[in-house]
């Protein structure tokens, strides 16, 4: 229904700073296209891909927009309308790259694009970050049981995690896994990653000039998590392998 993620589409006001940063955590940079006016750069660790956007003022504000490819996007308006979709934002035109723009239940960005906006990058050059493993987007909800349930009508199988760090519902597609938590645990959207050692990846990075932060979610004041704050302001969240 909604295509292939593309990418996690971040708003920076200094795409370089930004682009440092994820260099620093071992993601590796893709070739992009010129689909966007604005200056735009995309990282990837092989599993998830990034894409950093120096687009101030943008119609649908600074929140970061889960963007996915549909071909022929103009033929499944209609659908995605049937499901309940408004569409806050719409670029559509036989000459124009066509994107529309609307929120979930919780708020969170989701974009369509109609093609791609950069060159796939070679798994073997990609999967070299050295702090971690991708496991989820990780969105904060005020209600994780209808989040769950709207995810579910695009075609995600939402999963219970109780048994993890921060209990969630795992929202997976064979592109990319969701990760939906109480607000009260997560209050802002971010990226979650495991490590085998977490204290050796924190030393690693911040022998590269990245501080972590203290301020973790509440549940993880007991685990050796560690949780590191990109330029633009995105939560890269790090935890042990294993909650048990």
């Known amino acids: 229904m909604l295509g292939r ?21 071992g993601f590796a940079e893709a070739e992009v296209g010129e689909a966007w006016p604005h200056p735009y750069a995309v990282v990837t660790d092989g599993r998830i891909c990034l894409g950093l956007h120096q687009t101030p003022g943008s ?14 996007l103009l033929k499944h308006l209609e659908s995605l309308e049937r499901l309940g979709v408004v569409f806050e934002f719409r670029h559509l035109g036989n000459d ?14 989701i974009r369509l694009v109609e093609a791609r906006t950069y060159s796939p990058i070679e798994r073997a050059q990609a999967s070299r970050a050295p702090f971690g493993y991708f496991l989820e987007i990780a969105l904060p909800s005020s209600s994780v049981e209808s989040s769950k349930s709207y995810w579910e009508a695009f075609g995600f199988v939402g999963m219970e995690e109780e048994d993890a760090w921060l209990p969630h519902v795992c929202c997976t597609s064979d592109t990319i896994d969701i990760g939906l938590y109480d607000s009260r645990d997560v209050r802002l959207p971010g990226l979650l990653f495991e490590a085998e050692d977490v204290g050796a990846s ?5 022998g590269a000039g990245l501080a972590s932060s203290a301020h973790l979610p509440k549940p993880l004041a007991l685990a050796k998590a560690a949780l590191f704050t990109a330029p633009e302001g995105t939560q890269v969240l790090l935890l042990p392998n294993s909650a048990g």
């Open 5 to 25: 993620f593309l990418e996690w589409s971040i708003e920076t006001p200094d795409v370089q700073a930004s682009l440092d940063f994820y260099r620093k955590l």
């Open 59 to 72: 119609s649908y504000g600074p929140a970061p927009l889960l963007t996915f490819v549909r071909p022929d």
């Open 96 to 109: 124009v790259f066509n994107e529309v723009v609307w929120r979930d239940p919780s708020g969170h960005c």
């Open 202 to 206: 924190v030393m690693r990075l911040e």
